[in-house]
Structures are given as C-alpha cells and as structure tokens.
C-alpha cells in the first residue's frame, strides 16, 4: 500500500487530486469528506480547500491547526458519534459492576475511553476484558483469536450472560467481530481498530441488530473450566 502525503497529493495535478478523492470516497475510506456536511466548520477559513470541480476534502493536519478549539471539540463530537450506539455503561448498577470485575476485570477500566492510536480492535477487546492486560494495545487478528478461542473456550448455547462471547462469521467462517456478554442485556466491545471507536458497553440487543449481515452467524463460547 502506497499512501500519499498532504505534499505529494498537492503536487498532482488537479483532475486527477478529483478522481483519488472520488476513488476514496466510493471506498469509504476514512478522512475523506463531503463539503456540504462541514460547510459551518469550514466556512471559518474564509477561503476554499477543495480541489477544482470536487465536493470532497481530507482532513489534513494542517487544515485541522486552522480551526478554533471550539471548532476542533464539535468535529471531534461529531466524527465519534456518528454512526455509532451510544456507550451506557452509566446505567449498570452497582451490584451489576461488582459482578463484572470479578469476572472480567479488564471492562471497568476501558469501558467507555479510546484507545490513544488505533490499532486495538474487537478480537484483541475480547481478551482484555478478561484480563490479558498485554492485548489491550494489539490489532490481534483472526488466526491468533481463533487458536486462543479454541485453547481457552468451549461453545456454549449461553448469550445474555455474563462471560460470554460472541463471535461473528462470514458465509466463509472468517470472524468479522466478537464481543463479551455481561449479563442482563448489556455487552463490551469495540467496533473496529481505529482511535475513535470506543470501548464501549451496549445493549445486546443494539448490538444483535448492528451486526445482522446477510450469511453471518453468531456462535457463543465461554472460557473452559
């Protein structure tokens, strides 16, 4: 993979600056925006920073040095929460918390923060919850997730209770995301690898419904005994 610096993409000629963004932005790659769903943010610059005949930007670091704090906070705001459950680990009761750090003890101190680079994801979470205090910072991916499921798990026809695991597979089997149950209709996890999906307590239920995909399925473990 090839990745291009705010210098070098400027030295581009400008049409083909247009396509890379279009290309970007038909990927869904990340910072890559659309002008009109930040027209309030970026009308502070009084000057244009689109390329010729694009509707698109990057959030290069020096367009994000332009901006006022105030500005900087409600972008942030905006870029973490969308397109995300909201976390709710305010709403588990104290008891509920007692149960949980005894037997995931890696939940409390993570639910609810970032990561302070991406990399950690959802497999690696997994572990952490338990209390592998070594996976809270790895991108861990599927072949090491799998040989620790298979070591250290058995399947279970449990969902809702607390320990659980959840493991999300393709038509393939290949695992695409996974999760720890805590009982009573909530569930750690962490959506992706990047800094600014959270660890983060959700409903089951929310989470059920989020990661239906035509042909996945969800099977269930717990740690051996």
Same mark, same amino acid.
């Given at each position: ?5 705010? &210098? ?40 244009? *920073? ?7 930007? /990057? ?40 149960? *949980?750090?005894?037997?995931?003890? &890696? ?24 209390? /592998? ?13 799998? $040989? +620790?499921?298979? =070591? ?12 659980? *695991?959840? /493991? +999300? ?9 996974? =999760? ?20 983060? *307590? ?12 035509? &042909? ?5 473990? /717990?740690? $051996?005994?």
């Amino acid at each position: 993979m090839f990745l291009l610096d705010e &210098g070098t993409y400027a030295a581009l000629p400008a049409p083909l600056r247009t396509a890379l963004l279009q290309e970007q932005e038909t990927y869904g790659r990340g910072l890559v925006e659309r002008v009109e769903n930040w027209q309030a943010q970026l009308s502070e610059l009084g000057d244009p *920073i689109t390329d010729v005949d694009s509707a698109l930007f /990057v959030w290069w670091p020096s367009l994000w040095r332009r901006f006022s704090e105030v500005t900087r906070q409600t972008v942030l705001l905006t870029f973490v929460t969308a397109d995300r459950l909201p976390h709710r680990g305010s709403e588990l009761t104290p008891s509920h918390w007692a149960h *949980i750090r005894q037997t995931l003890p &890696g939940v409390e101190p993570l639910a609810g923060t970032f990561a302070p680079q991406s990399g950690p994801n959802c497999l690696s979470t997994v572990l952490a919850a338990f209390g /592998v205090s070594s996976a809270t910072d790895v991108w861990l991916h599927g072949g090491p997730f799998e $040989r +620790w499921l298979r =070591a250290m798990t058995v399947v279970s026809d449990a969902v809702d209770v607390l320990g659980t *695991i959840l /493991v +999300w597979r393709d038509a393939a089997g290949q695992v695409q995301h996974a =999760a720890v149950a805590l009982g009573a209709g909530w569930l750690f996890h962490k959506e992706a690898q990047t800094w600014w999906a959270p660890w983060q *307590i959700v409903a089951l239920p929310d989470a059920l419904e989020r990661w239906d995909e035509p &042909g996945w399925h969800v099977s269930t473990h /717990v740690l $051996r005994r």
